[in-house]
C-alpha cells in the first residue's frame, strides 16, 4: 500500500529563520509528481511547490525548497526567511497508483501544523 | 474563472436527514476530486472523476454517499441519512491531467463544512 507520512505533527519557528518539514513515503513507481500545499486557518488549499520524481535537481520556488531523496523516499520542505504568512498546515502530496493499472488518486499526509513566531 | 467553488459553504443538518453539496471545477480541467478533511487531519481521498466518468471510489464512502458529475462539468456528492460522523469538511479540487500521469496541481475549494446534530 502506498503511504505518505508526516512525522512532525507540529513545529514553530522564529520569523526570519528557516525550518524543514519532513515527509516519507512509499510507493513503486518510478515515474510521478510530488507535492506540497499548504492551507492557513480557515482558507483554502494552495500549491507550494511541486517536484518530478526523474528530475534529480530539487524544486526551488523563491523561499521555498525541497530536499528529495528519491532512493530514500523522502520529500521535504525548506522554508528560508519564515514570514508570519508562513503559519499553515502543510501537506504532502503523492499519486496512488492502483495495482491493476491505470490513472492515479492522490494521498495526503496528514499534516504538519506550522507556526511562524514575530 | 473565478476558480473552484463549493456551495453551500457551511451546512447544518439534523442526523437522518439527506444533504447535497455541489462543486464547480475550473471550466477547463478534466478531472474533479472529493476529499474530506476534519479537524486537524489531512484530507482523506473520498472519489475523483475524469471528465464525467468516476475512476474510483475510496471504500471509505458508504452507500450513503455518492456523486456525479453530469456531462463532465459541475459534481454533486450527496449523502444519505446523515449521521454525526459524517460531520467534517467536504473538499473538491480540479485538476488537468493528460494521460495517466498526473502533472498538475490540484486547485482547490473553499470546501463545504457539514454539522450533523
Known amino acids: 500500500a502506498q503511504t505518505v507520512t508526516q512525522s512532525q505533527p507540529e513545529m514553530s519557528v522564529q520569523e526570519a529563520e528557516t525550518v524543514t518539514l519532513s515527509c516519507t513515503y512509499d510507493?513503486?513507481?518510478?515515474?510521478?509528481?510530488l507535492f506540497w500545499y499548504k492551507q492557513p486557518p480557515s482558507r483554502q488549499m494552495i500549491l507550494v511547490i511541486r517536484?518530478?520524481?526523474?528530475?534529480?535537481q530539487n524544486a526551488t520556488e523563491n523561499r521555498f525548497s525541497v530536499n528529495f531523496q528519491k532512493a530514500a523516499k523522502s520529500f521535504s520542505l525548506k522554508i528560508s526567511d519564515s514570514q508570519l504568512g508562513d503559519t499553515a498546515m502543510y501537506f504532502c502530496?503523492?499519486?496512488?497508483?492502483?495495482?491493476?493499472?491505470?490513472?492515479?488518486?492522490?494521498?495526503f499526509g496528514k499534516g504538519t501544523k506550522l507556526t511562524v513566531n514575530p | 474563472d473565478t476558480g473552484v467553488s463549493q456551495d453551500p459553504r457551511h451546512k447544518i443538518t439534523k442526523r437522518g436527514q439527506n444533504v447535497t453539496f455541489r462543486c464547480d471545477p475550473i471550466?477547463?480541467?478534466?478531472?474533479l476530486y472529493w476529499y474530506r478533511q476534519t479537524l486537524g487531519q489531512g484530507p482523506e481521498f473520498l472519489t475523483y472523476?475524469?471528465?464525467?466518468?468516476?475512476?474510483?471510489k475510496s471504500r471509505l464512502l458508504s452507500d450513503r454517499f455518492s456523486a456525479e458529475r453530469p456531462k463532465g462539468s459541475f459534481s454533486t456528492l450527496e449523502i444519505q441519512r446523515t449521521e454525526q460522523g459524517d460531520s467534517a469538511m467536504y473538499l473538491c479540487?480540479?485538476?488537468?491531467?493528460?494521460?495517466?500521469?498526473?502533472?498538475?496541481?490540484?486547485?482547490f475549494g473553499e470546501g463545504s463544512r457539514l454539522t450533523v446534530l
Open positions: 479540487a480540479s485538476s488537468l491531467a493528460s494521460g495517466t500521469l498526473n502533472t498538475g496541481e490540484l486547485f
Open positions: 510507493t513503486s513507481e518510478s515515474n510521478y509528481y
Open positions: 517536484q518530478e520524481a526523474y528530475k534529480q
Open positions: 502530496e503523492i499519486p496512488k497508483f492502483p495495482p491493476q493499472g491505470g490513472s492515479e488518486k492522490l494521498v
Open positions: 471550466s477547463e480541467h478534466n478531472r
Open positions: 472523476f475524469q471528465n464525467e466518468a468516476q475512476l474510483e
